[in-house]
């Protein structure tokens, strides 16, 4: 007797507001039987109002799969599976086996998200070969808390190549795998785009340092309650009235959009969409880096800026202040546009200025990475709404 498909639970994290009027705190009103999950329906209260929704993604309604499934689908083959091997995975974890042509459908719907599709042929042809399990390397560091420190192998070895070769490698790399994958191969290949600036000269430093960081990452610094914390900084070396903040959409937004909705809690929220976007976007490098600054580093940005980043704390009786520390975690790693990008994910991001702790993980980066400078880095903090973008050169105070 053949055995019967799991059924994938349904989202239950609670609604704050409805998405047609704004009204705050909807009602539970049961559940939606679909073919393959069940889905939680919730109701506003408002009488001019009433709707009935079930909080999926706007571009995941009416399917057929549930939602976690499709996205696993879409990582598993970002990450170099081929479409038979995905549709196996996926066979095994949810006793589920949708089609290739289902597959290919759900890739095509998402193009700004799954950029890396681009780069997954000539990943596939690196030398020494890099198998999907081996693409993404992930250490758990033992901090104040569990963080997952995570970096992508193989995004960064092609990013690390001159554009040239980037090229060539790409171009025929997707040919060669045109008879082993068929149409999903040809598809990549006439998507393979011509690399428009050299982005090596900032990825080959990033990928040393990522490469480090599990022997060079000093844990009991990160223990210590005395380092200071990036949200926890006053933004007293923030220069207002210089600062330009751009706010936009762009395809961290659209990641959130589609992953958070189908997030059970808010504790899984950072986690999925970082392990999402590591995976299937091309600039996303990195997720949960570790990044410290030591009394004599913060010493020498302060004398060299001509300003106080960490208040200096004395005691009563003594001529010294207390040795300083920072310490942070970066939640994305990005280089693109010839820049490297930090990111960081912050819901309600309209109203939350996170500028100081955002700052000082730039400038933390410039000592950990030498060949880096203010000039290449642009900071940014995002959620599904919206994205604030600044440099980071600017926000600083000039030293008077």
Same mark, same amino acid.
């Given at each position: 007797? *053949?055995? !019967?498909?799991?059924?994938?639970?349904?989202?239950? $994290?609670?609604?704050?507001? %409805?998405?047609? %009027?704004?009204? *705050?705190?909807?009602?539970?009103?049961?559940?939606?039987?679909?073919?393959?999950?069940?889905?939680?329906?919730?109701?506003?209260?408002?009488? $001019?109002?009433? !709707?009935?929704?079930?909080?999926?993604?706007?571009? #995941?309604?009416?399917?057929?799969?549930?939602?976690?499934?499709?996205?696993?689908?879409?990582?598993?083959? %970002?990450?170099?599976?081929?479409?038979?091997?995905?549709?196996?995975?996926?066979?095994?974890?949810?006793?589920?086996?949708?089609?290739?042509?289902?597959?290919?459908?759900?890739?095509?719907?998402?193009?700004?998200?799954? &950029?890396?599709?681009?780069?997954?042929?000539?990943?596939?042809?690196?030398?020494?070969?890099? &198998?999907?399990?081996?693409?993404? !390397?992930?250490?758990?560091?033992?901090?104040?808390?569990?963080?997952?420190?995570?970096?992508?192998?193989?995004?960064?070895?092609?990013?690390?190549?001159?554009?040239?070769?980037?090229?060539?490698?790409?171009?025929?790399?997707?040919?060669?795998?045109?008879?082993?994958?068929?149409?999903?191969?040809?598809? =990549?290949?006439?998507?393979? *785009?011509?690399?428009?600036?050299?982005?090596?000269?900032?990825?080959?430093?990033?990928?040393?340092?990522?490469?480090?960081?599990?022997?060079?990452?000093?844990?009991?610094?990160?223990?210590?309650?005395?380092?200071?914390?990036?949200?926890? /900084?006053?933004?007293?070396?923030?220069?207002?009235?210089?600062?330009?903040?751009?706010?936009?959409?762009?395809?961290?937004?659209?990641?959130?959009? #589609?992953?958070?909705?189908?997030?059970?809690?808010?504790?899984?929220?950072?986690?999925?969409?970082?392990?999402?976007?590591?995976?299937?976007?091309?600039?996303?490098?990195?997720?949960?880096?570790?990044?410290?600054?030591?009394?004599?580093?913060?010493?020498?940005?302060? !004398?060299?800026?001509?300003?106080?980043?960490?208040?200096?704390?004395?005691?009563?009786?003594?001529?010294?202040?207390?040795?300083?520390?920072?310490?942070?975690?970066?939640?994305?790693?990005?280089?693109?546009?010839?820049?490297?990008?930090?990111?960081?994910? $912050?819901?309600?991001?309209? &109203?939350?200025?996170?500028?100081?702790?955002?700052?000082?993980?730039?400038?933390? /980066? &410039?000592?950990?990475? *030498?060949?880096?400078?203010?000039?290449?880095?642009?900071?940014?903090?995002?959620? =599904?709404?919206?994205?604030?973008?600044?440099?980071?050169?600017?926000?600083?105070?000039?030293?008077?």
């Amino acid at each position: 007797m *053949p055995s !019967r498909a799991r059924k994938p639970a349904h989202t239950v $994290k609670q609604q704050t507001h %409805c998405p047609f %009027c704004g009204a *705050p705190r909807p009602l539970r009103a049961g559940t939606r039987k679909k073919k393959y999950e069940t889905a939680q329906l919730w109701q506003c209260h408002t009488p $001019k109002c009433l !709707r009935t929704y079930a909080p999926d993604p706007g571009g #995941l309604r009416h399917k057929t799969y549930p939602l976690k499934v499709i996205l696993d689908g879409i990582m598993l083959f %970002c990450l170099g599976y081929t479409a038979e091997e995905t549709i196996a995975l996926l066979g095994s974890r949810y006793s589920l086996r949708p089609s290739r042509l289902t597959l290919q459908r759900w890739l095509d719907e998402h193009p700004e998200l799954t &950029t890396y599709r681009r780069l997954r042929a000539a990943a596939r042809s690196l030398k020494p070969r890099l &198998t999907p399990q081996a693409s993404i !390397r992930a250490i758990k560091l033992y901090h104040r808390q569990v963080y997952e420190f995570a970096y992508h192998r193989a995004k960064l070895a092609l990013l690390s190549r001159p554009p040239a070769a980037r090229k060539t490698a790409g171009a025929g790399a997707s040919m060669a795998k045109h008879a082993a994958s068929g149409g999903t191969a040809a598809r =990549e290949r006439r998507t393979t *785009p011509h690399p428009h600036e050299d982005v090596s000269r900032l990825a080959a430093p990033v990928a040393a340092f990522l490469e480090s960081v599990p022997k060079t990452c000093p844990h009991g610094l990160f223990t210590d309650d005395a380092a200071a914390r990036g949200s926890q /900084l006053a933004a007293d070396f923030i220069d207002q009235e210089k600062l330009i903040v751009i706010e936009k959409q762009n395809a961290a937004t659209a990641a959130a959009a #589609l992953i958070i909705p189908s997030v059970g809690s808010n504790y899984q929220r950072h986690p999925k969409l970082q392990r999402f976007m590591l995976t299937a976007d091309s600039s996303t490098v990195a997720i949960e880096i570790p990044v410290w600054l030591t009394e004599p580093e913060i010493d020498a940005l302060e !004398r060299q800026r001509g300003i106080e980043l960490i208040p200096k704390v004395t005691p009563l009786d003594a001529t010294t202040h207390f040795p300083r520390s920072f310490t942070g975690h970066l939640d994305f790693l990005q280089v693109r546009n010839g820049a490297v990008h930090i990111l960081d994910y $912050k819901p309600g991001a309209r &109203t939350d200025k996170p500028l100081a702790q955002l700052v000082m993980y730039a400038l933390a /980066l &410039t000592v950990r990475i *030498p060949d880096l400078s203010l000039f290449d880095i642009k900071c940014a903090w995002f959620d =599904e709404h919206v994205y604030n973008e600044f440099f980071p050169r600017s926000a600083l105070r000039r030293a008077r």
